[in-house]
C-alpha cells in the first residue's frame, strides 16, 4: 500500500500540497514559541563587566512569605536586592574562597552640552572584576573619576539627585562606553545604598569545586551565587522579572498556536480524504480490505507530513529570531538573553505536526475503510451524511469549555486577569463550532439565503440552492472563515477594549493638570521650588514599584504582586490620583500606607490598623493605615509615602513630580523657565503621564497584536488552502454546467453568490464566536460593552471576504479555461 500511496501522489497534488502548506507554517509556529520558551527558560546571559570572577554573588531576587504552602509561587523581586555589606567579610571566610570584591553599580547620569545622558556609574575596586585596566592616568581618589575616553584633568559632571556635581578625571580605562568609575567613599555615597554592594564577585583557586563553593555561600542565607553564563544575570538585574515574561508569553501563545495548528492540520488532511472517497469507494470494490486503505491514507499522511516538518524548519528558526527581536526591542524580553533554539523547540513543532496528521489520517481513514463501496460512491458525488457520536461529543465537549470559561471569566475573574480565561475560550467556542460545523452553516445559510435570493438573479439562486443542498460540503469552506473571523476579532478587541479601561480607570482620579519628568532623577529641591511657584495648588513625587501584602495572609492581590505608588503628604486638592473614602493623605510619612476600598475590606483593616507589605527589594515593613480610597476592580494600587518608597527602588531615584494648578492660572511658562535650570528635566501636560501610565499596557497589546497577527496569516493559509482545494474539486461539475449551455461568465456568476454565502455566514459565525468571549470579558475589565475602532472590524471582514473570493474565483478562473470536453483528475 505504501507503493501505491507514493504513486498516488502524483495525481492528487492539489490536497497534498495543501496538507504541505499547512504542516510547514505549523511546525515553524510551534517551533518560533519553542525557541522562545527555551531561551526564557535558559537565560543564558555572556558575562561582561564581571567576567573575571568565577562565582558572582548577588541577593535572593524572589520573595515568599514566612508560613507559606510549598504550593506558593516566590514573588520575583523587581528592584536590586543588593548583597549586605557585613556579609562580605563572611563570604570571605567560606571554605575556598581566595578573594572577594565589593561591586557597587547605580545611576551616574554624565552632563554635557545637550543635555544629561544616562550612564552607569561604579566603584573602582569593581573594574578588577572585568578586569578594566587604566591606559592613562590613575585610580581615582575623592572628587575623582576614571571615564572610558577624554583626558587626565578633565571636569565631569554628574547628576546626584538632579543636581550637578564636578569630578576630575584622574585615569582612562579600557571599558564600553558609559561607565564611569568613582572612589570607594563617592561610589557608596553616589550608590544611595551605604550598606549594601549591587553584587560581589568571588574569587577561588585554580581547580576549585565551584559547586560546593556556592552551597556554602548559599547557606550563609538570602544569596545567590551564580557561576558560568548565569553571572550574566547578576549583571542585568532586571533579566529576571523579563524572563518571567517571555516564559508565560511563549507558553500562552504557544499552547494556542499548538491547538490551532492541529486543527487546522487535521481539518485540511480530513477535507483532502474527503474528496477521494470516489477512490476509495472503487479500492473497496475491486477487493481492498479496509486495513489497506487505512495504511494507505496513513502513509499518504506520512509521506507529505515528514517532508514538510524538515522544510518547517528554516522559516521556524528564522522566525524565532524575528519574533525575540521584536520582544527585546519593546522591552518584554531582556537584549542582552542569548537566543536558544534546540532540539527541544524542533521536537515540540514536529511532534505536534506528525500527530495532527496521524490523528487527521486515523479518523479520515476509519470512515473510508468502514463505509460500503455503493454507499462511499454516493457520498462521493453530494455529501449529506456528517453526524457521528464521536463527533458530537467532542464538539459538545469544546462547547462546553467554551460555556465554563465564559462563566468563569463573568463571576470569577477580575480586571485584566479575565484575559487568562477569555483568551482559551474564543478558541474552545471556535472549534467546537467547527467540529458541528454543517450544523452551524445550515443555520447561517437559513439566515442569509433569502436576503441574498432577493438581490441575485437566476445564476444566484442557482448558487443558493447549490450551497443548501451541499452544506455539508460547504461547511468545510465556511469553518476557516469562522475561525480567521472569530479568533482575529476577539483577540484585537480584548487588546482594545484593556487598554481602554487602564487609561479609564488611571485617568478617572487623575487630577494633576502638569507633570515634570526626567530619566536622570529629580533633585528634592526642585519639588520644593515647584511649590513655591505662583498658581501651583499642590505639587507631590511619584514613584512606582511592586511588593506582596505579608501579613495579613488574605490579602487579594498577593498572588502577583501589588502595584506601588509613591506619593508625598498632601491635602485633599493634592495631585495624588487617589478618591478617598476615609482618612487623609495628610499623615501619609514615614511607614503608613493608604489602602483601595476593595483591599481593605478583604483583609479587614482600616485606618489605624497595621499590615506588613514587602517591598521591591525585598525589605519588609509593617505599615500604619492612614486612608482608604475607591479604585477601579482589578486596577488598584497600594499608596505609600513616596520617600519611603523611592529608598527601595533600585535606583533611589524620582523622576516624576505631578503638579495640579490654580483653577484660572497658568504657571506653565514659569515652570519651564524653572525646568531649564535642571538638567534633564522636561514639562509636559497630564497626558505625557496618562501615555507613561498606559506604556506596559501598550507594550503588552503590541506583542499580543504582532502574535495573534501571526495565527491570523496561518487561519488565512487554511482558507486559502480549503477553498482552493472545494473549487479545483468542482471542475466536473463546471464542465457538465457548460455543456448544458452554461456560459463562463454565469458559471462565474454563480461562484460569486456562492462566495458571498461562504463570506457571510463565516463572518456571522465568527462574530458571534468573538462575542462569546468578548462581552463576558469587556463586562469584567470594562464594566461596558467591547471598546475599540470599528476599522478593526472591518479590516477583519474585509480580509476574510477578499481571501474568500480570491480563493475560489482564481482557480475557478484557471479551470474554466479549458474545453468542458477535457479530462479531468478533479477529484
Known amino acids: 500500500m505504501m507503493r501505491l500511496a507514493i504513486r498516488t ?90 578573594g572577594v570584591v565589593g561591586d557597587r553599580t547605580f545611576t551616574a547620569p554624565i552632563v554635557g552640552g545637550t543635555g544629561a545622558v544616562v550612564a552607569q556609574g561604579h566603584n573602582w575596586a569593581g573594574a578588577a572584576l572585568a578586569p578594566y585596566k587604566l591606559t592613562a592616568g590613575r585610580a581615582p581618589a575623592v572628587g575623582e573619576v576614571v571615564t572610558t575616553s577624554g583626558r587626565t584633568g578633565d571636569q565631569v559632571r554628574v547628576l546626584v539627585n538632579g543636581v550637578a556635581q564636578s569630578f576630575t578625571v584622574s585615569g582612562i580605562a579600557a571599558a564600553p562606553a558609559g561607565h564611569t568609575f568613582f572612589s570607594e567613599s563617592d561610589a557608596t555615597r553616589l550608590s544611595r545604598m551605604p550598606g549594601r554592594y549591587a553584587d560581589v564577585g568571588v574569587l577561588v583557586a585554580p581547580g576549585t569545586d565551584l559547586d560546593a563553593v556556592k552551597k556554602r555561600i548559599e547557606a550563609l542565607g538570602n544569596l545567590t551565587a551564580s557561576s558560568g553564563v548565569d553571572r550574566g544575570l547578576a549583571e542585568h538585574a532586571g ?35 474527503q474528496h477521494r472517497e470516489r477512490e476509495f469507494a472503487l479500492l473497496r470494490g475491486i477487493g481492498t480490505t479496509p486495513g489497506q486503505v487505512r495504511r494507505m491514507i496513513l502513509g499518504e499522511g506520512l509521506l507529505v507530513a515528514l517532508p514538510a516538518v524538515a522544510v ?17 526591542a519593546h522591552g518584554v ?59 458530537l461529543i467532542a464538539g459538545l465537549l469544546f462547547l462546553g469549555g467554551g460555556m465554563a470559561l465564559m ?40 439566515l442569509w439565503r433569502w436576503p441574498v435570493q432577493a438581490l441575485s438573479r437566476v445564476n444566484g439562486r442557482l448558487a443558493i440552492r447549490n450551497v443548501s443542498v451541499r452544506s455539508v460540503a460547504m461547511s468545510a469552506a465556511v469553518m476557516p472563515v469562522m475561525l480567521a473571523v472569530g479568533i482575529s476579532t476577539s483577540n484585537l478587541y480584548m487588546q482594545t477594549t484593556q487598554v481602554d479601561a487602564a487609561s479609564h480607570a488611571f485617568t478617572r482620579d487623575l487630577t494633576a493638570d502638569i507633570v515634570l519628568t526626567s530619566e536622570t532623577g529629580l533633585s528634592p529641591q526642585l519639588v520644593q521650588q515647584v ?24 490579602a487579594p492581590l498577593d498572588d502577583d504582586g501589588a502595584p506601588l505608588v509613591g506619593v508625598d503628604a498632601q491635602a485633599a486638592n493634592g495631585p495624588a490620583p487617589v478618591r478617598l473614602t476615609t482618612g487623609s493623605l495628610s499623615g501619609l510619612t514615614g511607614s503608613t500606607v493608604a489602602l483601595p476600598d476593595y483591599v481593605a475590606q478583604k483583609i479587614n483593616r482600616g485606618v489605624g490598623s497595621t499590615i506588613t507589605v514587602t517591598l521591591g527589594d525585598g525589605a519588609s515593613i509593617p505599615l500604619r493605615v492612614v486612608a482608604t480610597f475607591a479604585a477601579e476592580r482589578g486596577y488598584e494600587s497600594i499608596v505609600l509615602p513616596a520617600a519611603l518608597l523611592t529608598a527601595h527602588t533600585t535606583d533611589r531615584l524620582v523622576r516624576q513630580l505631578l503638579v495640579r494648578t490654580t483653577p484660572g492660572t497658568d504657571p506653565g511658562p514659569a515652570l519651564t523657565k524653572l ?138 478562473v484557471a479551470s474554466l479555461r479549458h474545453s468542458p470536453t477535457q479530462p479531468t483528475h478533479a477529484d
Open 9 to 98: 501522489l502524483r495525481f492528487r497534488k492539489g490536497g497534498f500540497v495543501a496538507t504541505f502548506v499547512a504542516v510547514v507554517f505549523g511546525t515553524a509556529i510551534v517551533m518560533a514559541c519553542g525557541g522562545l520558551m527555551e531561551t526564557g527558560i535558559r537565560s543564558n546571559v555572556e558575562p561582561q563587566r564581571l567576567a573575571a570572577a568565577p562565582i558572582v554573588v548577588t541577593g535572593q531576587q524572589s520573595h515568599k512569605p514566612a508560613g507559606a504552602d510549598e504550593d506558593t509561587d516566590a514573588f520575583p523581586l523587581p528592584e536590586l536586592v543588593g548583597v549586605p555589606a557585613a556579609m562580605v567579610a563572611k563570604i570571605r571566610g567560606v571554605e575556598g574562597v581566595t
Open 239 to 273: 533579566t529576571g522579572v523579563q524572563r518571567e515574561a517571555l516564559i508565560a508569553i511563549a507558553g500562552s501563545f504557544g499552547g494556542i498556536a499548538v491547538m490551532t495548528m492541529m486543527f487546522v492540520v487535521a481539518s485540511t488532511l480530513a477535507l483532502s480524504a
Open 312 to 328: 518547517g524548519i528554516i522559516p521556524g528558526m528564522l522566525l524565532g529570531r524575528f519574533l525575540f527581536d521584536q520582544l527585546a
Open 333 to 391: 524580553a531582556s537584549s542582552v538573553i542569548t537566543f536558544y533554539q534546540g532540539l527541544i523547540p524542533f521536537a515540540a513543532g514536529a511532534g505536534a505536526a506528525v500527530l495532527a496528521v496521524i490523528g487527521a489520517a486515523l479518523i479520515a481513514a476509519r470512515k473510508s475503510a468502514k463505509i460500503k463501496p455503493v454507499q462511499a460512491l454516493m457520498e462521493s458525488s453530494l455529501q449529506r451524511k456528517w453526524f457521528s457520536w464521536v463527533r
Open 407 to 446: 462563566i468563569v471569566t463573568a463571576t470569577v475573574m477580575v480586571g485584566p486577569l479575565a484575559g487568562a480565561t477569555a483568551g482559551p475560550s474564543v478558541l474552545c467556542w471556535a472549534i467546537g463550532v467547527a467540529l458541528l460545523g454543517p450544523f452551524w452553516t445550515k443555520a447561517a445559510l437559513l
Open 531 to 554: 511649590r513655591s511657584v505662583p498658581g501651583v495648588a499642590g505639587a507631590s513625587a511619584y514613584v512606582r514599584s511592586t511588593g506582596v501584602i505579608d501579613e495579613p495572609r488574605n
Open 675 to 812: 525646568a531649564a535650570t535642571h538638567p534633564g528635566v522636561r514639562v509636559a501636560d497630564r497626558e505625557a503621564l496618562v501615555a507613561a501610565n498606559a506604556e506596559d499596557q501598550k507594550t503588552q497589546a503590541w506583542v499580543n497584536y504582532m502574535l495573534v497577527g501571526m495565527l491570523i496569516a496561518y487561519t488565512a493559509v487554511s482558507v486559502v488552502n480549503t477553498l482552493v482545494s472545494t473549487t479545483l474539486r468542482r471542475r466536473r461539475e463546471f464542465a457538465l454546467q457548460r455543456l448544458t449551455g452554461s456560459t463562463r461568465n454565469q458559471v462565474l456568476r454563480m461562484l460569486t453568490t456562492e462566495s458571498t454565502l461562504i463570506t457571510l455566514s463565516g463572518i456571522t459565525l465568527g462574530t458571534l464566536v468573538a462575542l462569546a468571549s468578548l462581552l463576558p470579558f469587556a463586562a469584567k475589565v470594562a464594566g461596558s460593552l467591547p471598546t475599540g475602532p470599528i476599522w478593526i472590524y472591518l479590516v477583519v471582514i474585509g480580509a476574510a471576504g477578499l481571501l474568500t473570493f480570491a480563493s475560489t474565483l482564481v482557480p475557478a
